[in-house]
């Protein structure tokens, strides 16, 4: 069946830092790709997302590659904010289905 | 705005409790999902609905029903609570059409510890 595999966390960085957060599907379609993020105490709520091989989605300074070839999605942001502290979870919808898989989740943790 | 609110942020229970977990959505979505969140296994998919009355079990329900009476609402039910059901749980719903259609809009979540 489809899945998600993300990088094992948690990760810690300082402000302004370059992050990558790494996530690699299996997938019988051709699928959604997700990136969602959890802030302390709160639910889900969508970050970005791409629809088909190459498109970017890109969205508060983070931005992720659908790439095919690889089948990887990878998170990325240029410089990180202590804002940015929050659970990141990569996910994947086939198409018509409807249903979300996702990946286990990367806690991250941004230091002044 | 979507919004998705969930009857309760903590909740506990004693083990063999019957307990109802409630769900409402303000954006008339067809769809609405039950998941639960643990450490480590992200988040995995108990039951959801396509429309009214009609539910479609997901990966882990056991121990676990579901009622859709009305479009907005989507109850998850937990028979007899077990203290391994003692997790977060979440409520997203989402539409089947229109350019959003695979974005799930999700619940603050419901903290459920059972003793």
Redesign the interface.
Known sequence: GDSVTQMEGPVTLSEEAFLTINCTYTATGYP?L?W?VQYP??????LL?A?KADDKGSNKGFEATYRKETTSFHLEKGSVQVSDSAVY?CAL?EWGA???V????TRLTINP | DVK?TQSSRYLVKRTGEKVFLECVQDMDHE?M?WYRQDP??????IY?S?DVKMKEK?DIPEGYSVSREKKERFSLILESASTNQTSMY?C?S?S?TGPY?????????TRLTVL
């Open positions: 959604s997700f969602y105490g709160e639910g889900l709520q969508l997302k629809t979870f919808s409807q249903k979300l996702f990946g286990q989740g | 998705v769809n999902f480590g296994l992200g988040l995995r998919l959801f396509y997901g979440l997203a989402s089947p259609r695979d974005t799930q809009y999700f619940g603050p979540g």
